[in-house]
C-alpha cells in the first residue's frame, strides 16, 4: 500500500507544476504593458507572447514545438519506464514533466508561451514558472546522474537487478 501510495503521489509534483503555471500565465495577462518591478535592478515582470522554443528558437512555428514536446514526453516514459530511479532523478523528471506539459498545452492552444519573470540585472530571455521548474527538474536530474544516484534497470517481472534495492 504504501509504495502504491508513493508511486501515485509523485504524480502530484507535475500536477502543481501544471497548476501553478496556468495560474500564473492567467495572472500574466494583467502586468501593464511598461512591467512591472518587483526587486529594483534585480527582479521585474513583464509580459510577452514567445511563439518559440528557449530563446525564441524556431519562433513561429508553435505546432511543431508541440509536436516534438509531446514526442520528446512520450519517448522519455518509454525509456524510463524500465529503469529504477532514484528520488532525486523521479522528482527532476516529474518537474521537467510538469513545465513541459504546461508549454505544449499553450502552443497546441493559443499558438505561443506567455512569458512574464524578467531578471533586470541582466539582458536576459523572459521565461515562466514552466520554464523555472524545467531548469530546475533539469539540474536535479543531472546532479542525480552525474553523482551515481541511479540503480539499474528493472527486470522483465518488474523487478530491480540492483543487489541492494533500497
Known amino acids: 500500500m504504501n509504495r502504491l501510495f508513493r508511486k501515485a503521489g509523485i504524480w502530484l509534483i507535475p500536477a502543481f507544476v ?6 500564473t500565465k492567467a495572472l500574466a495577462a494583467n502586468i501593464p504593458p511598461e512591467g512591472e518591478t518587483l526587486l529594483p535592478g534585480i527582479l521585474g515582470l513583464r509580459y510577452t507572447q514567445n511563439t518559440g522554443a528557449a530563446f525564441s528558437m524556431l519562433s513561429g512555428h508553435p505546432w511543431l514545438l508541440g509536436v516534438l514536446s509531446l514526442a520528446v514526453i512520450v519517448a522519455a516514459f518509454l525509456v ?72 539499474g534497470e528493472k527486470s522483465n517481472d518488474g523487478t530491480s537487478n540492483d543487489p541492494d534495492p533500497e
Request: charged share 15%; hydrophobic share 55%.
Open 80 to 151: 524510463l519506464r524500465k529503469k529504477r530511479l532514484s528520488a532525486l532523478t523521479t522528482v527532476g523528471l516529474m518537474m521537467m514533466l510538469g513545465g513541459a506539459l504546461g508549454n505544449m498545452i499553450d502552443r497546441f492552444f493559443t499558438g505561443y508561451v506567455p512569458d512574464m519573470i524578467e531578471f533586470l540585472f541582466v539582458h536576459f530571455a523572459i521565461f515562466n514558472v514552466a520554464d523555472t521548474f524545467l531548469c530546475v527538474g533539469c539540474a536535479l536530474t543531472a546532479l542525480s546522474l552525474l553523482t551515481g544516484g541511479d540503480k
Open 18 to 23: 501544471l497548476a501553478a503555471d496556468r495560474v
